[in-house]
């Protein structure tokens, strides 16, 4: 029988099975002198999976003869297709039809050569498997498993070959880039990133590598490829490359494509920075949503190679609800809190052995971590930890007044007000002068309408002066409106008082029926050290029988949440 084959490939969704079939032959040691291809023009990209098989066997045989036919998804069309490109009277010649899945239109269109001497239908299932398609002894198609081909035997094909040939060349396009010129050596890189607290340029120098004008996050992109490279299999190939903008205002993308096993993934990498959304959970899902529709729009450019996509983000974290979303639109997150098991993590996912180098990286990351009590891994921690490191070396020790220093300074203002579950507290003003508390205490009071004995100091050598109180929305509403005007502004106590004199005029001067009963409160005085209730401390103010409707409620927006402050830049929510 001769070796001289003539493979038909009909091609429809990916470019698997055609490629498959082609690579299997190629391997065999056949003399394969034809590859004839049928795509369905229903197919909307501008590069079909009949056009990437074309384009790489061209460069893997460009000897054989190659056609490439565009046709509709009928089995009439594919059978008059068909039957120009089949002779069966040709004794010489063996022919392969292969397809991509025979439960459609194509099952009809190729049902007059089943069962014909020198002709074969292969199809390929869903899940890659390979039938042989023949007639029974009545007659019925019938079908019997095909162990021949392995999903492996495309691996002659490199992943950036790939990349090429099913994206068009030009503007907007994926950029192929070549690896790094030499491997980096893996181990060494990360106990110098440790050391130089994960600045990847300053990481690299130090171990004697060249890294031009790339960027950090291109580094990170540098470590990942060669942590995978070291996992890969004999065969398997990677690559990497960049996607420019899809707008001004977009980043652009950074990816590692993996081709092994018949399996192609997508790695989209970003380190992030300084800018990249830490501490807000409405900020971070607003970037995550973003990140994933940017990465399914990316993906349909892919499809004839029906990749898997991964986003890789080191400075991220997802929520419970974001990563079911993300399932749900078929990819992967691995986020901040994963980073420490970040090798075990991508083997699992490429379905790969960890090496040796790749356990002692992972030991390396999970021992800096507890002992440097850092919160997070190959990129920039939280501004706010940055700070409170450099200002205290004790991971365990947190000096909230430094945090409270900052966001004075940044507000231009000497106090600071906060609400904290069903407490209130007020830092009050550091004067050149100093007032006693007792003051402060006695002046809330009357603003408030509270009972002074229920206002408690809170201090301690050092430290700023801070007063806490009962949070009622009365009482809010009256010490936000008294403090309004010094918003982003200095306060004095004479200011304060000043003020709290004048709305208490205000109040007399207004009809009986608008007045807004509170008790103005005596200059204090400077002799007294505690606020104790005494017959001439002033009473909590009463409600009038009938009063107009309170204006409405000043917004918190405007004034220090320190509960949301604290939690979200130095206690990181997690997943919930």
């Known amino acids: 029988m001769s070796t001289s084959l003539h493979l038909v490939v009909v091609a429809e969704d990916t470019l698997w099975p055609g490629l498959q079939c082609f690579a299997h032959f190629l ?78 239109w194509e099952a009809w269109g190729i049902d007059p050569w089943l069962g014909r001497e020198n002709i074969r239908v292969w199809t390929r299932s869903r899940t890659g498997g390979w039938t042989e398609w023949i007639r029974d002894d009545a007659g019925n198609p019938a079908a019997k498993a095909l162990p021949d081909i392995q999903r492996g035997v495309t691996d002659r094909f490199m992943a950036a070959d790939l990349i090429r040939a099913v994206t068009p060349a030009g503007s907007g396009s994926w950029q192929v880039l070549p690896p790094p010129t030499a491997a980096l050596p893996l181990v060494p890189v990360v106990q110098a990133a440790i050391q130089n607290d994960w600045h990847w340029r300053n990481a690299l120098a130090s171990v004697q590598l060249e890294v031009g004008a790339a960027t950090e996050s291109t580094l990170f992109q540098w470590f990942i490829a060669d942590l995978i490279r070291i996992m890969l299999r004999e ?191 007020f830092r009050l003003p550091a004067e050149e002068k100093a007032r006693p508390t007792s003051d402060w205490c006695l002046l809330v009071a009357g603003i408030g309408g509270l009972d002074p004995s229920a206002i408690r100091t809170l201090s301690k050598a050092g430290s700023a002066t801070v007063l806490e109180w009962e949070e009622n929305a009365e009482a809010g509403d009256r010490v936000r409106d008294w403090l309004r005007p010094f918003l982003n502004s200095r306060l004095t106590f004479a200011a304060a008082q000043e003020r709290f004199a004048a709305k208490a005029r205000v109040l007399a001067e207004a009809p009986a029926s608008e007045r807004r009963v509170v008790t103005p409160v005596p200059p204090p005085s400077a002799a007294a050290t505690h606020p104790k209730p005494t017959s001439r401390a002033p009473q909590p103010a009463k409600r009038p029988e009938r009063r107009p409707q309170p204006p409405e409620r000043p917004s918190r927006d405007s004034l220090i949440d320190l509960d949301q402050v604290l939690d979200a830049a130095l206690n990181p929510k997690k997943p919930t």
């Not at 029906?306 to 974001?322: D, N, Q």
């Not at 990286?361 to 700070?387: C, D, N, S, W, Y």
């Not at 000096?399 to 004075?408: E, F, K, S, V, W």
């Open 235 to 425: 065969g398997a190939s990677i690559g990497r490359g960049t996607i420019p903008p899809e707008n001004a205002g977009a980043r652009r993308v950074e990816w590692i494509s993996i081709h092994a096993g018949g399996r192609f993934i997508i790695i989209d990498t970003f380190l992030g920075g300084a800018a990249a959304p830490q501490d807000s959970d409405a900020e971070s899902d607003a970037t995550w949503i973003a990140e994933m529709d940017q990465a399914v729009r990316l993906r349909s450019r892919l499809k004839p190679l029906s990749p898997e996509w991964i986003l890789l983000r080191p400075t991220l974290r997802c929520r419970p609800a974001t990563l079911a979303l993300a399932e749900s639109r078929g990819l992967q997150l691995v986020d901040e809190p994963a980073m420490s098991d970040l090798p075990s993590r991508l083997a699992e996912l490429l379905d790969l052995p960890l090496p040796a180098e790749g356990a002692e990286i992972e030991r390396l990351l999970k021992a800096h971590l507890a002992g440097t009590g850092r919160v997070r891994l190959f990129g920039p921690e939280p501004e706010a930890l940055r700070q409170q490191r450099a200002a205290n070396a004790d991971p365990l020790y947190l000096n909230a007044d430094l945090l409270l220093d900052r966001i004075q300074r940044d507000r231009r203002q000497n106090w600071l007000l906060w609400v904290q579950g069903e407490r209130a507290f």
């Open 27 to 104: 391997s065999t040691g056949e003399t394969l002198t034809r590859l004839s291809i049928y795509q369905s023009a229903a197919y909307d990209l501008a590069i079909s999976p009949g056009d990437a098989l074309e384009r790489l066997a061209r460069v893997a045989q460009p000897e054989m003869k190659l056609e490439l036919k565009r046709g509709t998804p009928t089995p009439a069309d594919l059978r008059a297709q068909l039957a120009s490109w089949i002779t069966p009277d040709d004794p010489d010649q063996r022919w392969v039809i292969c397809l991509d899945n025979a439960a459609g």
